[in-house]
């Protein structure tokens, strides 16, 4: 069955970067794009950005650019989302999402079909 | 960015009771909307995607409608799982902003 594996837990300090980890399985990984998507304690959930396995091209929410790297290794079906200069208001959970497809009459909708199980990025001094 | 509004943000209400989130766009985003279901501690579930299709799995208490900058996500008879947050998200634009979502709880 599809699935992804996140990296486990990450204690931080302030200005540290953090590299997390999505092991994607079940499907063939360079069909779907993959997304970042956040969740600070009791919070909302914001998107952070996209890579496309296949090629490694990225798009990033304005919020992130310069902060912000995601890659793959197309051999492990992995892909990687690092987060530096970090501050205190990155402590969140790091979700990594499967983007599918939906075709319908005439045009084609991305939705997030599989997610990962979260990461919890604690950033404190 | 599209600001995806939700309400309520969070409604009481009991087992066997019809109820109806409602989700804003900022501007016109077709019927590139989906819905997902978060319970504490969990990743979100899709839900819904493109507006009223039903992902494989859900169970048929859930419907959406709507188009353009109006959503609406109603779930016919809870049932004690569907107690849970629910988001909104638009896959119009990026960056594909979410709702604030809705809490919904048992009355």
């Known amino acids: 069955q599809v699935q992804l594996v996140q990296s486990g837990a990450e204690v931080k300090k302030p200005g540290a970067s953090v590299k997390v980890s999505c092991k994607a399985s079940g499907y063939t990984f360079t069909s779907y794009y993959m997304h970042w998507v956040r969740q600070a304690p009791g919070q909302g959930l914001e998107w952070m950005g996209i890579?496309?396995?296949?090629?490694?091209?990225?798009s990033y929410a304005q919020k992130f650019q310069g902060r912000v790297t995601m890659t793959r290794d197309t051999s492990t079906s992995t892909v990687y989302m690092e987060l530096s200069s970090l501050r205190s208001e990155d402590t969140a959970v790091y979700y990594c999402?499967?983007?599918?497809?939906?075709?319908?009459?005439?045009?084609?909708?991305?939705?997030?079909?599989?997610w990962g199980q979260g990461t919890l990025v604690t950033v404190s001094s | 960015d599209i600001q995806m509004t939700q309400s309520p943000s969070s409604l009481s209400a009991s087992v066997g009771d019809r109820v109806t989130i409602t989700c804003r766009a900022s501007q016109s985003i077709s019927n590139y909307l989906n819905w997902y279901q978060q319970k504490p501690g969990k990743a979100p579930k899709l839900l819904i995607y493109a507006a009223s299709s039903l992902q494989s799995g859900v169970p048929s208490r859930f419907s959406a409608s709507g188009s353009g900058t109006d959503f609406t996500l109603t779930i016919s008879s809870l049932q004690p799982e569907d107690f849970a947050t629910y988001y909104c998200q638009q896959s119009y634009s990026t960056p594909y902003t979410f709702g604030q979502g809705t809490k919904l709880e048992i009355k």
């Open positions: 999402a499967r983007g599918s497809v939906y075709y319908g009459s005439g045009s084609s909708s991305i939705a997030f079909d599989c």
């Open positions: 890579i496309n396995p296949s090629g490694g091209t990225t």
